[in-house]
């Protein structure tokens, strides 16, 4: 009977144990989800922000000097 008795409390043991893994199974099955998702995202917006402003930085020295070319000179003016 002894063994009876030993079977049943760590039968109920584990199955408490199985309990708490089945909601951390939940948890990080929700997590493995989200988790690529969320760092896709966070890494295009990283990515659209850095051209953003690389492109936009290449262009506002092209403006500059088509701006400093239309100006008339200060030697010419001398």
Excluded: C, D, W
Aim: avoid cysteine; charged fraction near 10%.
């Amino acid at each position: 009977m002894e063994a009876g008795t030993v079977a049943a409390s760590s039968s109920g043991t584990l199955s408490a144990v199985g309990h708490s893994l089945a909601s951390v199974g939940q948890t990080s099955a929700a997590f493995a989800l989200s988790h690529p998702i969320i760092m896709a995202t966070a890494g295009g917006a990283l990515l659209g922000i850095g051209a953003y402003r690389i492109i936009g930085g290449k262009f506002n020295k092209r403006k500059l000097a088509k701006q400093e070319a239309a100006l008339p000179s200060e030697a010419a003016a001398a």
